[in-house]
């Protein structure tokens, strides 16, 4: 049975943009994935190091028949594939791919946590994700994304980018 997902997507190295399309070209690759929205890019201000080069980022909402943590485990794959080395926790990455909700669920494992711990306080996962479900509820704060964006922080730069014609 498919389940809807949310994931998070950002790259800050190389061809950044062409990075987050290429993650999505590899997560649809996969026979149980399909992409069912996507948000516009992002640009956005790094957080946590500041001096590092500023960001893409995009949210994408998928229908899936894998369970929680084999969609992650394909995720860190992807990730693994285009080049990914975590090194320092916020900083550069070619790709990061986070798992932000999975339907309604609520799940605290040691290396999966649904929803994201820190979407509700990143101003560049919640502007793309109102762009595409603003009505979205989320399961532990039980509020929707279009109000947890408007009590975001205002300091967090984040500007919608033209799409690429």
Same mark, same amino acid.
């Given at each position: 049975?498919?389940?809807?997902?949310?994931?998070?997507?950002?790259? #800050?190295q190389?061809?950044?943009?062409?990075?987050?399309?290429?993650?999505?070209?590899?997560?649809?690759s996969?026979? +149980?994935? /399909?992409? +069912?929205?996507?948000?516009?890019?992002?640009?956005t201000?790094?957080?946590g190091?500041? #001096?590092?080069? /500023?960001f893409?980022?995009?949210?994408?909402?998928?229908?899936?028949?894998?369970? &929680?943590? #084999? %969609?992650?485990?394909?995720?860190?794959?992807?990730?693994?594939?285009?080049? *990914?080395?975590?090194?320092?926790? /916020?900083? &550069? *990455?070619?790709?990061?791919?986070? %798992?932000?909700?999975?339907?309604?669920?609520?799940?605290? +494992?040691?290396?999966?946590?649904?929803?994201?711990? !820190?979407?509700?306080?990143?101003?560049?996962?919640? +502007?793309?994700?109102?762009?595409?479900? &603003? $009505?979205?509820?989320?399961?532990?704060?039980? $509020?929707?994304? !279009?109000?947890l964006?408007?009590?975001?922080? @205002?300091?967090?730069?984040?500007?919608?980018?033209? @799409?690429?014609?």
């Amino acid at each position: 049975m498919q389940k809807t997902a949310f994931i998070g997507i950002g790259s #800050n190295q190389g061809l950044a943009r062409e990075n987050c399309v290429q993650a999505v070209k590899e997560l649809d690759s996969l026979a +149980e994935v /399909w992409t +069912e929205l996507s948000s516009s890019f992002y640009e956005t201000a790094p957080i946590g190091i500041e #001096n590092q080069d /500023w960001f893409i980022n995009s949210v994408i909402k998928i229908k899936t028949t894998l369970l &929680p943590l #084999n %969609l992650l485990d394909n995720l860190l794959a992807i990730e693994g594939k285009m080049g *990914r080395v975590r090194r320092i926790k /916020w900083g &550069p *990455r070619i790709i990061d791919l986070d %798992l932000l909700f999975y339907e309604d669920l609520i799940i605290t +494992e040691t290396n999966l946590k649904v929803p994201h711990p !820190e979407l509700h306080k990143r101003k560049f996962v919640l +502007e793309p994700l109102k762009e595409i479900a &603003p $009505k979205l509820l989320h399961p532990v704060l039980k $509020k929707t994304i !279009e109000e947890l964006a408007k009590e975001g922080d @205002p300091t967090q730069v984040v500007n919608k980018l033209a @799409p690429v014609l």
